[in-house]
Structures are given as C-alpha cells and as structure tokens.
C-alpha cells in the first residue's frame, strides 16, 4: 500500500502552506510537532487553524468585493444598516500563527461557525435575506467593537455573531410575517373595493336610463295623443320598478359583503401582540364599511330620481291631454265621493230646496234633511 503524505518541517510551515492554499491537505505530517492527518484527539492547533479556515471562508461568502487601492487581499463590505451604509476592510491574511494560537480554546466557537455557514448556504427562498441578516450582525459587532475589523479580534467573536444573527434573524422573521399578514389584508381590501365599483358600475349603467326617460317627457311637447302619453307613462313606471328591483338587489348583495368584510378581517383584529396588523384591518374595515355606506346612499337617490320622473311625466302627460285631465278629475270626484258617505244626503237636500222655491213655497234645507233622515232611520 502506498501512502502519500505532504511533509512539513514545522507548524509554521504549515500554516504558511494554509494561508497560500486557503485550506489543509487531506494528508499531512508535520515533523517537529508530530502532528498528522486523522490524529485522534486533534490537535489544538490544527482546531485553531481549522477555525480560522472557517472564518475566512464565511468572510469570503459575505464580502462584496475583494481587494482594495491599499490592499489586494483585502475583502470590502458595503453593508446597509437602519443607521445607513457602511465600509467595511477586512484582511483575513493578516494574522500570524502566534496570534491565531493565543486564542484560548474556549473561545473557539467552531459549532456556531459551522452553524452560521450552513444556515447561508441552506438553497431556498430566504437564502438571500439570511446573507443580508448575517453580513448586518457582522456590522454590528464591528460597531460595537468600534470597528476593530482585525482578524485576531473579530474570530473571537463567533459566539456573540451566532447569537446577534439569531436575534436579527428571529426579528426579520417577525417582520417577514407581519408584512404577510399586511400584504393579506391590503389584497382582501383591494378585492372588496373591486367588487364594490363592480356593484357601483352596474347601478350606474341601469341609472342612465333614467335621462332617457327624461328624453321622453320631452318628446310629449311634439305628441299629446293619449295613447302615445299612456305608453310613456307606463314606460316611466317599469323604469322606476326595475330600477328599484335592481337597486334592491344590490343592497342585498352590500348587506351581504359587509359581513364577509367583517368575518375576514376579524381574525386579524384580535391579535392583541401585533398592534401594526390589528390597526391596519381595523382601518382597512372602516374605509370598506364606510364605502358600502356611501353606495346605498347613492342607490335610495337613484331610486328617488326615477321616482320623481315618473310622477313629472304623469303630471305633464295629464296638463297637457283634456281627456287625461278630465280622466283624473272623474277619478278624484269619484273618490270624494266614496270618502263621504252623507254626500247623497247633502246632494238630495238641495234638489228638494230647489223644487219647492219652484213651486213658490219656501221650505228649510235643515227641516227636510232631518225629515229624510227620520225616513231613513224608519
């Protein structure tokens, strides 16, 4: 069996080789220290060195640019914060392997490194938004650590980037979700107004009969036939119910609406621990209530307007036709007359009045109304 290993004198050649290749040989030895690939337990310092390696290779995925006007090696970052954008120079080569081992072993953090790089190369629909979440912690370690962006300091900083990731990215996940819930609301919103200018349209387009009608009460000037002016009235008056009916319809279709309004947006008025999404369906329901109520005010005016045509056309179709006019005067002396039931009586005694002043005696309207009314009650 063949066994092929890269030989090195010291650690220090080592780490060179390291930094240069930016990662370890599958199989290595080094000389001095007696360390070798696959030695159990690890060796302290190969941990530290492969923690750095981790370091850097995090660097490398969150950079925006790499090298700069002072320093080719050196990785930018132009991370935008509440606070606004800010520059960050970072050189994950400068640091030597004295420095790297004068990290005490407790505060190498290799599990939270490898937790922070596996959560930002997870593939899926947040990928982007977890890099943002990490490169903005990483921001603000440094501002907390006024901006020391040295390697030696910042890699002893893995735990404290774990858990302010963590905090950041629970926070982006709240907010992720109350934005959905702000997205859902405006959609059902967005969907009612729809339907209700629907409703507005259709009553609209059934209110322009109503000026053709009043076209048609101007065309009675030209014709006073008292057919023509029935048939228009009669047309005046199927224009006045169907437009009800139709109006009536869409008050049951609001009335309707305004509870589905209310069942939907209820379920996001009771969250009692989001303020912003509860005040948002609240308001989303007023200005929806609110829009019904003005479309049934404007129903009843259009149902009052086709109303009001109907009876001007009947008014001017019986001032204007004799046999109309006449028709309706038979009409209400024929109501007076059922309204009054001594009328008879009263017509009686002044047809009896009148033959005894032609017959030359005087006789009492009173006496002779009393007198018919005794007969009567006999």
Same mark, same amino acid.
């Given at each position: 069996?063949?066994?092929?290993?890269?030989?090195?004198?010291?650690?220090?050649?080592?780490?060179?080789?390291?930094?240069?290749?930016?990662?370890?040989?599958?199989?290595?030895?080094?000389?001095?220290?007696?360390?070798?690939?696959?030695?159990?337990?690890?060796?302290?310092?190969?941990? =530290?060195?492969?923690?750095?390696?981790?370091?850097?290779?995090?660097?490398?995925?969150?950079?925006?640019?790499?090298?700069?006007?002072?320093?080719?090696?050196?990785?930018?970052?132009?991370?935008?914060?509440?606070?606004?954008?800010?520059?960050?120079?970072? $050189?994950?080569?400068?640091?030597?392997?004295?420095?790297?081992?004068?990290?005490?072993?407790?505060?190498?953090?290799?599990? $939270?490194?490898?937790?922070?790089?596996?959560?930002?190369?997870?593939?899926?629909?947040?990928?982007?938004?977890?890099?943002?979440?990490?490169?903005?912690?990483?921001?603000?370690?440094?501002?907390?650590?006024?901006?020391?962006?040295?390697?030696?300091?910042?890699?002893?900083?893995?735990?404290?980037?774990?858990?302010?990731?963590?905090?950041?990215?629970?926070?982006?996940?709240?907010?992720?979700?109350?934005?959905?819930?702000?997205?859902?609301?405006?959609?059902?919103?967005?969907?009612?107004?729809?339907?209700?200018?629907?409703?507005?349209?259709?009553?609209?387009?059934?209110?322009?009969?109503?000026?053709?009608?009043?076209? =048609?009460?101007?065309?009675?000037?030209?014709?006073?036939?008292?057919?023509?002016?029935?048939?228009?009235?009669?047309?005046?008056?199927?224009?006045?119910?169907?437009?009800?009916?139709?109006?009536?319809?869409?008050?049951?279709?609001?009335?309707?609406?305004?509870?589905?309004?209310?069942?939907?947006?209820?379920?996001?008025?009771?969250?009692?621990?989001?303020?912003?999404?509860?005040?948002?369906?609240?308001?989303?329901?007023?200005?929806?209530?609110?829009?019904?109520?003005?479309?049934?005010?404007?129903?009843?005016?259009?149902?009052?307007?086709?109303?009001?045509?109907?009876?001007?056309?009947?008014?001017?179709?019986?001032?204007?036709?004799?046999?109309?006019?006449?028709?309706?005067?038979?009409?209400?002396?024929?109501?007076?007359?059922?309204?009054?039931?001594?009328?008879?009586?009263?017509?009686?005694?002044?047809?009896?009045?009148?033959?005894?002043?032609?017959?030359?005696?005087?006789?009492?309207?009173?006496?002779?109304?009393?007198?018919?009314?005794?007969?009567?009650?006999?």
């Amino acid at each position: 069996m063949e066994w092929s290993f890269t030989l090195f004198p010291t650690i220090y050649d080592f780490w060179d080789y390291v930094k240069r290749n930016s990662e370890i040989p599958e199989k290595f030895y080094v000389l001095q220290e007696h360390l070798y690939s696959g030695q159990e337990p690890k060796s302290n310092k190969i941990k =530290a060195i492969e923690y750095y390696l981790g370091w850097r290779s995090l660097l490398f995925t969150l950079k925006d640019h790499l090298g700069s006007e002072a320093n080719h090696a050196a990785l930018v970052f132009f991370i935008s914060t509440e606070k606004g954008a800010k520059i960050y120079t970072i $050189d994950p080569g400068k640091i030597t392997l004295d420095e790297l081992l004068e990290i005490p072993e407790g505060e190498v953090y290799q599990d $939270d490194l490898e937790q922070l790089r596996n959560d930002i190369s997870l593939i899926d629909g947040h990928q982007k938004e977890r890099r943002d979440v990490l490169r903005t912690s990483l921001s603000e370690i440094l501002e907390d650590s006024q901006k020391e962006t040295s390697i030696p300091a910042l890699i002893r900083q893995g735990r404290r980037l774990r858990k302010k990731y963590q905090e950041n990215y629970d926070l982006y996940l709240h907010k992720f979700s109350v934005n959905k819930l702000l997205s859902e609301i405006e959609e059902k919103s967005t969907d009612y107004i729809g339907k209700i200018n629907e409703s507005i349209s259709s009553s609209q387009t059934k209110a322009f009969a109503i000026p053709g009608a009043i076209i =048609a009460i101007a065309a009675l000037v030209r014709n006073t036939d008292s057919l023509a002016l029935f048939l228009v009235c009669f047309g005046l008056l199927c224009i006045w119910l169907l437009t009800v009916i139709a109006n009536n319809i869409h008050n049951e279709a609001y009335a309707s609406l305004k509870d589905q309004i209310k069942r939907s947006l209820k379920r996001y008025e009771v969250m009692k621990d989001e303020d912003e999404v509860r005040v948002s369906a609240e308001q989303a329901k007023e200005k929806l209530l609110s829009l019904i109520d003005r479309s049934e005010k404007r129903l009843r005016f259009i149902n009052r307007l086709a109303l009001a045509v109907f009876l001007l056309g009947c008014f001017y179709a019986v001032a204007t036709n004799k046999t109309a006019r006449n028709s309706v005067m038979y009409l209400i002396d024929t109501t007076k007359t059922h309204l009054s039931p001594f009328s008879r009586i009263e017509r009686f005694s002044w047809d009896v009045n009148d033959r005894l002043i032609r017959n030359g005696r005087l006789g009492s309207v009173e006496n002779v109304s009393k007198k018919n009314a005794n007969e009567a009650r006999h």
